[in-house]
């Protein structure tokens, strides 16, 4: 199988191409039924019309010190295939023409598309039962596109109904400093460089990649599931493992049993999580929380779990299921759990997700990025850093 970041391949991507892009002469209307297969969100509605938005307490755009903010770029939420070849092959120019010349016609639906409705899905829960609350997810939409490819981008978000009113669009620079400014606490993309820079400067980031075939997913619940070592905590024993070996690094969890993880990337993502999960709690809504987290571990559990959970105890944070698959593929419990997400340090299982039709997403972090495991390398293609 082939993963290219923010887009589908093989028989998949050719019978797609058109209906998957805005290419060609399609219609709105085409473009609907077009989008109706290509994942497990509602039809939108037909039309180019904006919703209107009744909040409770007339708070529509928490403050970003405040807000849960998560930052996609256009290549992950939207399929850009077809725009993206002409820039590659004619340049910025007819790039821009190109944009403009079909702005009417929407994306359709990339790999964050389902994330985003979920989150959409839980502010509404929230906004009910904390009308004048600020503690909810902002979705910010960064891009390094011109301002001129905003219309059709305003245009494609209304049309899938989607709530997203900030956007960054550099024209080409780096978004990096940007994302500090809106505090934002998870940064994904299909630019695994600048998802690195961005796990540099202390944000939580991932590459996102577009399976062949995708999972439904839950309308009502928000699922999020991650790996442990070099995600949630650091890869500290990872390095025994990939140094030493299993047995090692048995006795090194069981010497350091007592002994706290660091933490990694996504921990702080997970805290924002938790933090919102218990607004739920609060209110009596433990048993049928809209948010759900899972963490989906290659550590096996009497041996080297007790750690990952002694530690999560301590953070005060817990996830509400914990799969120790020792070893075992991860691919065929997460197709069980359909996550919206799935974050993974290691390409290996990110690809072994996506082959059961799991949205997946690469952590670059910690000594297994020097030890790279792929099943065909030669079939995943670096992600461009145009857009």
Same mark, same amino acid.
């Given at each position: 199988? +082939?993963?290219?970041p ?6 998949? =991507?050719a019978a797609?191409a058109?209906?998957?892009?805005g ?16 994942g497990?969100?509602?039809?939108p ?7 209107a ?18 930052a ?7 399929r ?8 590659e092959q ?11 010349e079909h702005?009417?016609?929407p994306?359709?639906? !990339?790999?964050?598309?389902?994330f985003?409705k ?5 502010? =509404?829960?929230l906004?009910?039962?904390y ?5 909810l ?6 891009t ?14 209304n ?11 550099t024209?080409?620079? +780096?978004?990096?400093? /940007?994302?500090k ?5 998870? /940064?994904l993309? =299909? ?6 820079e961005?796990?540099e400067?202390?944000?939580a980031? =991932? ?6 075939k ?10 999020v ?5 070099a995600?949630?905590?650091s890869d500290? +024993? ?5 140094a ?27 805290e924002?999580l ?8 609060a ?5 049928n929380c809209?948010?759900r ?6 550590r096996?559990?009497?041996? +080297?779990?007790i750690?990952a ?11 509400d ?5 020792a070893?075992?593929?991860? !691919? ?5 759990i ?8 290691q390409?290996?299982h990110?690809? !072994? ?19 790279p495991?792929?099943k065909?390398?030669?079939?995943i293609?670096?992600p461009s850093?145009?857009?």
């Open positions: 199988m +082939s993963l290219d923010g887009q589908e391949t093989g028989a998949a =991507a797609n058109n209906a998957t892009n290419d060609g002469k399609d219609s709105w209307e085409t473009q609907k039924d077009m989008n109706d297969h290509m497990p969100t509602k039809k509605k037909p039309g180019m019309m904006r919703r938005r009744k909040v409770e307490g007339g708070i529509f755009f928490p403050k970003p010190e405040n807000a849960v903010t998560i996609v770029s256009t290549r992950v939420l939207f850009t295939e077809t725009e993206q070849k002409v820039f004619n340049g910025i120019e007819e790039y821009l023409k190109y944009q403009m702005e009417n016609e994306f359709a639906p !990339g790999p964050a598309f389902a985003v979920a989150l959409e899905t839980v502010n =509404a829960q906004r009910e039962l009308p004048d609350s600020e503690e997810f902002d979705i910010v939409l960064v390094y596109n011109h301002a001129h490819v905003g219309v059709r981008l305003i245009n494609t978000i049309y899938h109904n989607l709530f997203i009113e900030r956007f960054c669009m024209g080409g620079s +780096s978004p990096i400093g /940007y994302l400014a809106y505090h934002t606490n998870l /940064y993309s =299909a630019d695994s460089e600048k998802v690195r961005a796990l400067e202390g944000i980031a =991932a590459t996102m990649f577009m399976p062949e995708m999972t439904e997913v839950s309308e009502t619940q928000l699922r599931a991650f790996d442990g070592d995600v949630l905590f500290e +024993s990872e390095r025994i493992f990939k030493h070996g299993l047995d090692k690094f048995f006795e090194h969890e069981k010497e350091h049993e007592n002994m706290l993880l660091d933490h990694g990337p996504l921990k702080g993502f997970l924002s938790g933090k919102l999960q218990k607004k739920f709690y209110k009596g809504r433990r048993l809209p948010i987290t899972y963490l989906v571990t290659a096996s559990a009497a041996s +080297s779990g750690r959970l002694k530690t999560l105890r301590a953070w005060g944070l817990e996830t299921e914990a799969l120790f698959l070893g075992a593929p991860k !691919g065929p419990m997460l197709e069980k359909r996550p919206h997400i799935y974050f993974d340090d390409m290996f990110v690809q !072994g997700a996506a082959e059961m039709g799991t949205i997946a997403a690469h952590v670059p972090y910690g000594v297994a990025q020097k030890y495991h792929r065909k390398p030669a079939d293609k670096e850093a145009s857009k």
